[in-house]
């Protein structure tokens, strides 16, 4: 069974970083696509940023382009969103899924979603 288990969530001061984790597990790291996404209570689901093995791209929304970066390591089946110059708009429960094997381009999921998989969050929290 595919497993997404979220972690690195907690409270920052508006400025810092935060680097979650997606620990993955149930499947070969070598075909997926694997995006974080964000939800604030009342609003919409946003796609925050994707990452495939196999086209190896990367995709981001453009409130947390240039502040986030997105990277595999795939010998730990984890992925990883660092995120820097954290706002109190980034203040959200963040989600990682996964589509495993990996059917649409990355810039899809974030649009669209699609991804079969979801972990159950961790909550980021930025203070000012």
């Known amino acids: 069974e595919v497993q997404l288990v979220e972690s690195g969530g907690g409270l920052v001061q508006a400025g810092g970083s935060l680097r979650l984790s997606c620990a993955a597990s149930?499947?070969?790291?070598?075909?997926?696509?694997i995006g974080w996404f964000r939800q604030v209570p009342g609003k919409e689901r946003e796609g925050v940023s994707c990452?495939?093995?196999?086209?190896?791209?990367?995709s981001y929304s453009e409130s947390v382009k240039g502040r986030f970066t997105i990277s595999s390591d795939n010998a730990k089946n984890t992925v990883y969103l660092q995120m820097n110059s954290l706002k109190a708009e980034d203040t959200a429960v963040y989600y990682c899924?996964?589509?495993?094997?990996?059917?649409?381009?990355?810039?899809?999921?974030?649009?669209?979603?699609?991804?079969?998989?979801w972990g159950k969050g961790t909550l980021v929290t930025v203070s000012s």
């Open positions: 990452i495939s093995s196999r086209d190896s791209g990367t």
């Open positions: 149930g499947f070969t790291f070598d075909d997926y696509a």
């Open positions: 899924a996964a589509d495993v094997p990996q059917y649409y381009s990355c810039s899809y999921y974030l649009t669209y979603y699609g991804m079969d998989y």
